[in-house]
T-cell receptor, first 112, second 119 residues
Framework: LAKTTQPISMDSYEGQEVNITCSHN???????ITWYQQFPSQGPRFIIQGYKTKVTNEVASLFIPADRKSSTLSLPRVSLSDTAVYYCLVGGGVYQGGKLIFGQGTELSVKP | AAGVIQSPRHLIKEKRETATLKCYPI?????VYWYQQGPGQDPQFLIS???????DKGSIPDRFSAQQFSDYHSELNMSSLELGDSALYFC??????????????????FGSGTQLSVL
């Protein structure tokens, strides 16, 4: 399974755009990239998922370059409530078994 | 919308006791995952089940066992509890059946977790 590397922590201010980059040099052809958000003492929550290029939903955007060795989660105009840990997961495809591994997430702190 | 339900929400046990954690997946979800998250740690994958059969195994101690029942709910049984077993235990479910090779990947939906404290 592809190993992921993310910054341990990031600081931002309300209203700013936040970009969190995840490296996954060993990503396999069938792997998708999925981002989860976790608040303290709560279960992780699905944010966005993509395979290539750009994906956007009501919460975030996900940018994936052509070589797919990295991906960037973009949170537009963050608020205090976006303070959380963000995890990038790679793999877990239907034909690759049922193991989804969480690496070290990025602790985002949004300040007023 | 219905979510993943875990019970109990909190559990206090003493060393060497046993504990059973329950997980009720979202209706029509066929896959269940168990994760353990210690204080300040990232979630660690324990075990998963697909259609009531063990799908994959992670860092689950031999003292732990799990199964998925005919109604798709799952139970994590923990015996000979140790202080180090104190953690948040999350269950997640997904709908894996029917995903085609050209469709999106699995999306996991997590429960609120069971906080286990071993004294």
């Amino acid at each position: 399974l592809a190993k992921t590397t993310q910054p341990i922590s990031m600081d931002s201010y309300e209203g700013q755009e936040v970009n969190i980059t995840c490296s996954h040099n060993n990503i396999a052809t069938n792997d998708y990239i999925t981002w989860y958000q976790q608040f303290p003492s709560q279960g992780p929550r699905f944010i966005i998922q993509g395979y290539k290029t750009k994906v956007t939903n009501e919460v975030a955007s996900l940018f994936i370059p052509a070589d797919r060795k990295s991906s960037t989660l973009s949170l537009p105009r963050v608020s205090l409530s976006d303070t959380a840990v963000y995890y990038c997961l790679v793999g877990g495809g239907v034909y690759q078994g049922g193991k989804l591994i969480f690496g070290q997430g990025t602790e985002l702190s949004v300040k007023p | 919308a219905a979510g993943v339900i875990q019970s109990p929400r909190h559990l206090i046990k003493e060393k060497r006791e046993t504990a059973t954690l329950k997980c009720y997946p979202i209706p029509r979800h066929d896959t269940v995952y168990w994760y353990q998250q210690g204080p300040g740690q990232d979630p660690q994958f324990l075990i998963s089940f697909y259609e009531k059969m063990q799908s994959d195994k992670g860092s689950i101690p031999d003292r732990f066992s799990a199964q998925q029942f005919s109604d798709y709910h799952s139970e994590l049984n923990m015996s000979s509890l140790e202080l180090g077993d104190s953690a948040l235990y999350f269950c997640a479910s997904s709908h894996r059946q029917g995903l085609g090779s050209d469709s999106t990947n699995e999306k996991l939906f997590f429960g609120s977790g069971t906080q286990l404290s071993v004294l």
